[in-house]
C-alpha cells in the first residue's frame, strides 16, 4: 500500500493476454518499471505482479499493481518514448479488454 504521505497513486492493471502469447507478454511486461523510472513517472514504491485465470471465461491475466509519481504521471507517459516503446507491443499481445483502476483507500 502507498505511503499515506507520499503523493502516489496506486494503479491496478489488469492486461488479459492472448493465450498464445503470455510468455512474450512477460518479456515485455518486464520493462515497463524501468521504462517508467527512467521517464521519472513512477513514485519509490516497487511494482508488485501476479498472474492467474479469470473464472468468467478462464482467460491468462497478468495484474499488476503500481505507482504513478502524482497525478500528471499517467499523461506525461503518453509522451515517453521509452514507455511507449513497453505500451505499444503490451497492447498488441492482449486482448482488447485491459483495465487500469487508480485505487483510493476507504474504510467502513
Not at 491496478?12 to 521517464?39: G, S, W
Not at 473464472?55 to 504513478?68: A, D, P, S
Not at 513497453?86 to 476507504?106: R, S
Request: with cysteine; aromatic share 10%.
Amino acid at each position: 500500500m502507498a505511503n499515506p504521505k507520499s503523493k502516489s497513486i496506486p494503479v491496478l492493471c489488469i492486461y488479459n493476454v492472448k493465450p498464445e502469447k503470455a510468455d512474450e507478454f512477460r518479456r515485455v511486461l518486464a520493462k515497463h518499471q524501468t521504462a517508467m523510472q527512467k521517464a521519472g513517472l513512477v513514485g519509490p514504491e516497487p511494482a508488485q505482479y501476479w498472474t492467474g485465470h479469470a473464472h468468467r471465461g478462464n482467460k491468462q491475466c497478468f495484474v499488476e499493481l503500481m505507482y504513478w509519481k502524482d497525478e500528471t504521471s499517467a499523461s506525461r507517459a503518453h509522451e515517453s518514448p521509452d514507455v511507449m516503446a513497453v505500451w505499444e507491443p503490451l497492447g498488441k499481445l492482449c486482448e482488447d479488454d485491459m483495465e487500469f483502476i487508480d485505487l483510493k483507500p476507504f474504510s467502513f
